[in-house]
Nanobody, 113 residues
């Protein structure tokens, strides 16, 4: 079973940057796809960005041009978030899919105006 652990959330002013990291354990092969979702209270979890092992990316329209997803060594994934806006405030969840879908515990990102 894949275990995902996020880090890097926090409080930042509008226009600032944050970098989220997610490290996966429990899977010896390259996880076919990893990514990030986010959720605000009372709303459904929404896709932010995904990245396949082959390098294909998918971004939500709201973050295109501001966020960049990348993968590091051996099943780590990053989300570089620039030009942050208050509406980016949410809990960000790392996601991965191998034999089954896995989720991290979430990390809070708060953007103040």
């Amino acid at each position: 079973q894949v275990h995902l652990v996020e880090s890097g959330g926090g409080l930042v002013q509008a226009g600032g940057s944050l970098r989220l990291s997610c490290a996966a354990s429990g899977y010896i092969f390259s996880i076919p796809a990893m990514g990030w979702y986010r959720q605000t209270p009372g709303s459904q979890r929404e896709l932010v960005a995904t990245l396949t092992a082959g390098g294909s990316t998918n971004y939500a329209d709201s973050v295109k041009g501001r966020f960049t997803i990348s993968r590091g060594n051996k099943n780590t994934v990053y989300l570089q978030m620039n030009s942050l806006k208050p509406e980016d405030t949410a809990v960000y969840y790392c996601w991965g899919i191998a034999a089954t879908e896995s989720w991290g515990q979430g990390t809070q990102v708060t953007v103040s105006s």
